[in-house]
């Protein structure tokens, strides 16, 4: 198998590496990274990606009319954003209704 170098490292730097080629006994006695460093691995995963939200959304299918699918889309990008503020606003007012 070639090996392909990385273009930040130099030519002569990547070519004065020599890996040998594992064998059976090499594979038998390897261990997942978590048992060897676990302190490294964790870090890793806590450095990695965004932090989980408190609240995310859902994902559902919802059937609208077409007439007000395409007044939301034609208010430009965030359309679908907007709607969840709509569908918001219309909880708060009918819990405020409720309540009196």
Do not use: C
Not at 23 to 37: C, G, H, L, Q, Y
Not at 53 to 59: G, L, N
Not at 67 to 85: L, S
């Amino acid at each position: 198998m070639k090996k392909r170098k990385p273009k930040q490292i130099p030519k002569e730097d990547w070519e004065a590496v020599d890996s040998p080629a594992w064998n059976k006994k090499d594979f038998t006695r390897a261990r997942p990274a978590s048992e060897v460093v676990p302190h490294i691995v964790e870090t890793y995963r806590r450095t990695r990606g965004r932090p989980p939200k408190i609240d995310p959304k859902v994902s559902t299918t919802v059937r609208f009319d077409a007439d007000i699918i395409k007044a939301f889309r034609a208010t430009g990008p965030g359309w679908q954003t907007r709607v969840n503020e709509v569908l918001r606003d219309w909880l708060k007012k009918r819990a405020k209704s409720r309540a009196a």
